[in-house]
């Protein structure tokens, strides 16, 4: 018998081995081996068994590891569409479906000492009254750990050894599973009355799954429309059927609201399991044990951000991607693989069902719906019949020149908030970039400090008393004076603002409110983000400024007032998706407010108000967004008419870099000179022309059909001979063009 292995080295091919007797019956496709490669020994996959081979004198398998095949047959073949469509290894796609932590050699199982009661045959030993204190705490639970009992009795160990020595209790190790959120008490919950749009979405999300076709729906509903509860309701039919569910989120930062709810529903009845957790902020030891107890099959439901896509649920039933139109679930480094997409396929090669919700739905998804490749689901009214917030947008080019300054919070702004604390009720402000300052400029010679290794200019962080480049991480003092030798002016200035300057300026104006920031800086502990959101949950906190990290996904009833301090931020960027991502931006930060009894009001803060990115968001008409920026895309040939794979070069020598570029071009040119609808634009210099030291030319490719172009781009990647300097980056279905 014959293994095909695929190494943890990425060397674009398979090896084969011989399977040693005593290993024939624990090697299976799927299964993590240890093998001989030149004079040492590595880890790998096995992707393949076959009777024989065109090699001779193979060399054996050094040793099996673990009793169970880690990767599943189909999750395999996942990966290696994944490479293929991607262009990347089929071994760096691998590294993506095994997280490190179950990758190595020693299973990672942590043990602990337990303490089990064991059954009194006969007459009962004589205790010590402290002895008998402590029996009764080990008869009661029958089994805890041996930490557990000391921290709950104040006994010492010796006195848990006498009560071993006489024969009521055993103490021995056993493995002790880290749960990321075992800690917080679940208390079981009820199934919520559905209204008609709900259940007509559940009931054709579960015929689906009952005639086993994949099927892909696009749930779109307004916030506060009650997605979830479909989404739960959809996950017990699944249950029902002896089917698992993966559910993405796009932040982590969501996932410890959503796991409190999911674990809640399923924590008891008939449809109760496990649920497990999976993204990047957990220990490699929680990783470990999650990933194993889907595997086990003891959880059939998995909550993750965008690698959860590959957890080894089988079978799988459901696959649920929340706030689908979200670019987290784009991977920014190999492979490139957006989630939202692998799931649809995911979802084809194993018969289930893909339920992608969002208020605001992507281009491309509702594209595909409208060439009848998805179907349509629609929640067009929030729970209870709750009105949508009043929005109101603020020119703040009057307000400017009224205050005869720039202002951070317009007039009608600050008379809200003020309403809103006098009624003790709560405000969530938006402002999409961190730091105090954007920029340190000097007013007398015009020098703006800039990062040495980046084309941007670095931010002032006043809580720090440092500048720091949000691209590579650079970080300078704060200079007192000019650093210009000619000029030395001591009154350099700081313009533009960020998060900590809105914080700074709210404790100023309302001195009396409570004010909380919400950003990647804020957040410097695993738990701070509960704390933040716990104490904003229970009324401690007022006002609550963030980043998109509170843009989303959050559910407070007392929150009436949103302020969107910059909405059109992100409108002055070179992408071709700068309006539909305000767009998405303003509406979801929106969809905070009015969630409880009292009706929401969100107020807009914009420079260019009547842009159609803020009027359309501004009447909640995501419809009316798409038909005017769908006829933008099709007029360029942008996404989601044509597909994009966009070709970065980078190197430290910009020369060199650019003759690099022109020549790649010119191959492309000739390779696919038989390609039609193919446009090639570039090379040119990216928008971010140097980030981390490294020069960017960038050559973007637009085609109908991205498959068979990612086949060809594989193989001039390969071909092409580059200097050893210059690195070649394929992204396909790019969805950061920066």
Excluded at 509 to 530: G, I, T
Aim: charged share 25%.
């Amino acid at each position: 018998m014959i293994a095909r292995v695929t190494l943890e080295i990425a060397l674009r091919k398979e090896f084969d081995y011989s399977i040693p007797e005593e290993f024939v019956r624990q090697v299976e496709v799927g299964s993590r081996v240890k093998v001989p490669f030149g004079h040492r020994q590595v880890l790998g996959v096995v992707t393949a068994l076959a009777e024989d081979s065109p090699h001779t004198n193979l060399r054996p398998i050094a040793k099996v590891i673990g009793a169970q095949s880690l990767v599943t047959p189909k999750v395999l073949e996942l990966a290696r569409w994944i490479a293929d469509y991607y262009c990347c290894p089929v071994e760096v796609a691998l590294k993506s479906v095994l997280p490190d932590a179950v990758r190595k050699e020693k299973e990672g199982w942590r043990e602990r000492l337990f303490v089990r009661a064991l059954t009194v045959e006969g007459e009962m030993p004589k205790l010590t009254r402290r002895q008998q204190d402590v029996w009764n705490v080990i008869e009661e639970w029958r089994r805890l750990s041996l930490t557990e009992l000391l921290r709950l009795t104040g006994a010492t160990p010796d006195l848990v050894r006498r009560l071993e020595d006489k024969g009521l209790v055993k103490i021995g190790p056993e493995v002790f599973e880290r749960d990321p959120y075992g800690e917080e008490q679940i208390l079981p919950t009820k199934a919520l009355a559905l209204n008609t749009e709900q259940q007509n979405a559940l009931g054709a999300v579960t015929n689906a799954m009952t005639a086993a076709q994949p099927k892909v729906f696009l749930l779109h509903g307004v916030t506060g429309s009650g997605k979830t509860e479909v989404y739960l309701q959809a996950i017990a039919r699944a249950l029902e059927q002896g089917r698992g569910a993966i559910v993405l989120v796009p932040e982590i930062s969501l996932t410890p609201q959503t796991v409190e709810r999911f674990k809640a529903r399923f924590s008891a009845g008939k449809v109760q399991t496990l649920v497990a957790v999976l993204h990047s902020h957990l220990s490699a030891g929680e990783r470990h044990d999650e990933w194993h107890k889907i595997r086990q099959g003891r959880a059939r439901v998995v909550i993750g951000a965008r690698s959860a896509i590959f957890a080894p649920v089988e079978p799988l039933g459901l696959i649920i991607v929340d706030e689908e139109h979200e670019h987290s679930y784009k991977q920014e480094e190999a492979p490139r693989y957006h989630a939202r997409d692998v799931a649809v396929v995911r979802a084809s090669r194993e018969n289930a069902v893909v339920v992608l919700g969002s208020a605001t739905p992507s281009m491309e998804s509702f594209y595909n719906m409208r060439r009848g490749k998805y179907q349509l689901l629609e929640l067009r009214a929030r729970v209870d019949d709750k009105r949508m917030p009043i929005v109101r947008v603020v020119d703040m080019r009057k307000e400017n020149r009224k205050d005869k300054g720039l202002q951070i919070f317009s007039q009608p702004l600050k008379e809200a908030i003020t309403q809103r604390l006098e009624r003790h009720e709560q405000v969530i402000l938006f402002l999409n970039r961190r730091g105090y300052s954007t920029a340190l400029q000097c007013p007398q010679c015009g020098y703006v400090a800039g990062c040495p290794n980046c084309s941007v200019s670095l931010t002032y962080h006043r809580q720090a008393q440092k500048l720091l480049c949000h691209i590579c991480a650079y970080e300078a003092a704060v200079p007192v004076k000019c650093p210009e030798p000619k000029c030395g002016n001591p009154a350099i200035r700081y313009s533009g603002l960020g998060t900590e300057k809105v914080e700074d300026t709210l404790t100023r104006l309302f001195p009396d409110a409570r004010v909380e920031r919400m950003d990647s800086d804020a957040l410097k502990r695993k738990e701070d983000y509960r704390r933040i959101l716990g104490d904003f949950r229970l009324g401690k906190t007022d006002i609550l400024v963030g980043t998109q990290m509170i843009a989303k996904g959050l559910h407070f009833p007392n929150v009436t007032l949103v302020g969107i301090v910059y909405a059109d931020l992100g409108l002055h960027v070179p992408d071709f998706r700068a309006g539909e991502r305000t767009f998405q931006l303003l509406t979801q930060v929106a969809g905070r407010a009015g969630r409880g009894d009292v009706e929401g009001e969100v107020v807009v803060q914009a420079f260019t108000p009547f842009h159609p990115a803020i009027q359309y968001a501004r009447r909640h008409d995501y419809l009316g967004f798409y038909e005017q920026e769908i006829e933008f895309r099709e007029q360029l040939k942008y996404p989601p008419v044509s597909r994009v794979a966009l070709l970065t070069l980078k190197g430290h020598n910009e020369d060199k870099i650019k003759f690099s570029a022109e020549h790649l071009r010119k191959e492309l040119e000739k390779e696919l000179a038989e390609w039609k609808d193919l446009i090639i634009a570039g090379p040119a210099p990216a928008p971010l022309a140097r980030a981390e030291s490294y020069y960017r030319y960038q050559i973007m490719l637009r085609a109908r059909q991205m498959s068979k172009l990612s086949r060809h781009l594989s193989k001039i990647q390969e071909a092409t001979a580059l200097p050893d300097d210059v690195t070649l980056v394929v992204d396909i279905d790019p969805v950061n063009l920066i």
